[in-house]
């Protein structure tokens, strides 16, 4: 996967989750916004599933989505591979 379309793509997603957008345009196709359960924004692309921080969890990213920070993550089969903070966009895991 080429990283900086991922890169790209996963900044235009989180802008779109955080300003509560109901979906997100990537390379002229439309991906919808969705909400879980619990209510928390996500959206699929490219086999990965992007979803906003729970500040309802006791973690670090948890007390900092409570301060008002922007944290979206991004999941490939279960394993978090990305995570956008505050815009930044940070690569965990190699992805194939």
Do not use: C
């Amino acid at each position: 996967m080429d990283i900086e379309k991922l890169r790209e793509a996963s900044l235009r997603i989180s802008e779109a989750i955080f300003t509560k957008q109901h979906g997100v345009e990537i390379e002229g196709l439309f991906y919808p916004i969705h909400r879980t359960k619990s209510g928390l924004r996500n959206v699929t692309y490219s086999d990965i599933w992007f979803i906003e921080q729970n500040p309802q969890k006791d973690s670090r990213h948890a007390k900092l989505a409570q301060e008002g920070h922007q944290i979206l993550w991004g999941l490939k089969k279960r394993t978090y591979v990305l995570r956008v903070i505050d815009g930044k966009f940070t690569l965990l895991k190699k992805i194939p």
